[in-house]
């Protein structure tokens, strides 16, 4: 069972930047594909980008050239750093590790092992 706790949200002005963590135990971490989402109120939770075991990434279109997505296997650490930020980008972003579907998988039901979440606002 893998455990995720995410750190590094707040409050930024638009076109300013973050970067949030996200710290997992468990050895079966680093096999897996690491995801970060977002949900704003009222809204579905949606994908935002992903790493897979290889270091692959992919992302939203929404945030395709500001948003990097990294991972460290050797310190269980998955980050997101996110560049010109945009009101838009206002959420609470969580982590998961992929537990079913394609390797690739974009979709919410195939991440488990949630973290609590991470509050991100950003100020226009």
């Known amino acids: 069972q893998v455990q995720l706790i995410e750190s590094g949200g707040g409050l930024a002005q638009a076109g300013g930047s973050l970067r949030l963590s996200c710290a997992a135990s468990?050895?079966?971490?680093?096999?897996?594909?690491a995801g970060w989402f977002r949900q704003a109120p009222g809204k579905e939770r949606e994908f935002v980008a992903a790493?897979?075991?290889?270091?692959?990434?992919y992302y939203a279109d929404s945030v395709t050239g500001r948003f990097t997505v990294s991972r460290d296997n050797a310190k269980n650490t998955v980050a997101l750093q996110m560049n010109s930020l945009k009101p838009e980008d206002t959420a609470v972003y969580y982590c998961?590790?992929?537990?079913?579907?394609?390797?690739?998988?974009?979709?919410?039901?195939?991440?488990?092992?949630w973290g609590q979440g991470t509050q991100v606002t950003v100020s226009s």
């Open positions: 790493i897979s075991s290889g270091s692959f990434t």
């Open positions: 998961a590790v992929r537990v079913s579907g394609s390797i690739y998988s974009r979709r919410a039901a195939d991440f488990g092992s």
């Open positions: 468990g050895r079966t971490f680093s096999a897996n594909t």
